[in-house]
């Protein structure tokens, strides 16, 4: 029988993060009424990530999925989403920067009214605890307002790494992202318009990690240049 929530992880060398986060996760999902199953998706790591995700989820159910070099965050999470079988797929980075516990009150919003639910620094209702720099902030201020202007509508923070699905649409979605860079959310999140699926933005818990992996300078014009692409990529 398929478990009902499954929890995807992305992780890059994250041998320092990664104990207490998936630490964290296996004490909520223990506590649940609910099966569930956590899938580290493991993007070319040179340090002991791999080890840790073994050692920690030994006897929990669970998936470590391996590529043999570094492809990009986008890749990471497209992988574990499509591996996932649970009825609802959440995948959340691995500094846990959003509370795993939030996902209760997301489940709660897809079980009735949305089938793409995700996470928001941006609205009224959020509780940012540890902000980013001003530059960074910034930038992602500015990026989300070029990602409206392109691809997608009305959604004011595309970038918070805690997104939850209905596994249909998981499965649908992720089958059709091809990039794999950080702005593989804008994607998503276009692409769900676009094929008529329900989003919601939900109002989260945020404290922002100091080991961000976003290079300030150069990845905002990566991801400005991918988001000019999404069009041409899904016409």
């Known amino acids: 029988m398929a478990p009902?929530?499954?929890?995807?992880?992305?992780?890059?060398?994250?041998?320092?993060r990664l104990p207490h986060t998936l630490d964290a996760v296996l004490d909520f999902l223990k506590k649940q009424s609910y099966d569930s199953e956590v899938l580290v998706s493991d993007?070319?790591?040179?340090?002991?990530?791999?080890?840790?995700?073994?050692?920690?989820?030994?006897?929990?159910?669970?998936?470590?999925?391996?590529?043999?070099?570094?492809?990009?965050?986008?890749?990471?999470?497209?992988?574990?989403?499509?591996?996932?079988?649970g009825q609802y797929i959440l995948f959340t980075d691995a500094d846990l920067s959003t509370p795993i516990t939030e996902v209760s009150r997301f489940l709660d919003?897809?079980?009735?009214?949305?089938?793409?639910?995700?996470?928001?620094?941006?609205?009224?209702?959020?509780?940012?605890?540890?902000?980013?720099?001003?530059?960074?902030?910034?930038?992602?201020?500015?990026?989300?307002?070029?990602?409206?202007?392109?691809?997608?509508?009305?959604?004011?923070?595309?970038?918070?790494?805690?997104?939850?699905?209905?596994?249909?649409?998981?499965?649908k979605l992720f089958g059709e992202q091809k990039l794999d860079g950080f702005s593989f959310d804008v994607e998503i999140v276009y692409l769900a318009q676009k094929r008529g699926y329900r989003v919601l933005e939900l109002p989260v818990i945020w404290r922002n990690s100091a080991q961000s992996r976003v290079q300030v300078l150069s990845d905002p014009l990566r991801m400005f240049r991918d988001v000019l692409k999404i069009r041409r990529l899904h016409p």
């Not at 009902?4 to 320092?16: F, G, H, Q, R």
């Not at 998936?63 to 996932?84: C, E, F, S």
């Not at 793409?116 to 941006?122: K, L, P, Q, T």
Request: proline share 3%; hydrophobic share 40%; glycine share 8%.
């Open 43 to 85: 993007d070319g790591s040179r340090d002991r990530t791999v080890a840790i995700a073994e050692e920690k989820l030994v006897d929990f159910p669970h998936k470590i999925l391996t590529t043999p070099r570094n492809r990009g965050k986008g890749y990471a999470v497209r992988q574990g989403m499509l591996a996932a079988t």
């Open 109 to 171: 919003y897809l079980r009735i009214d949305c089938d793409v639910a995700i996470g928001s620094r941006a609205l009224p209702d959020s509780q940012i605890e540890i902000h980013q720099g001003f530059l960074r902030e910034t930038m992602g201020k500015v990026f989300n307002l070029i990602a409206q202007r392109w691809a997608f509508k009305g959604v004011r923070d595309s970038q918070c790494g805690f997104k939850c699905f209905r596994r249909e649409a998981a499965h």
């Open 4 to 16: 009902y929530l499954s929890v995807v992880i992305p992780a890059y060398n994250e041998d320092l």
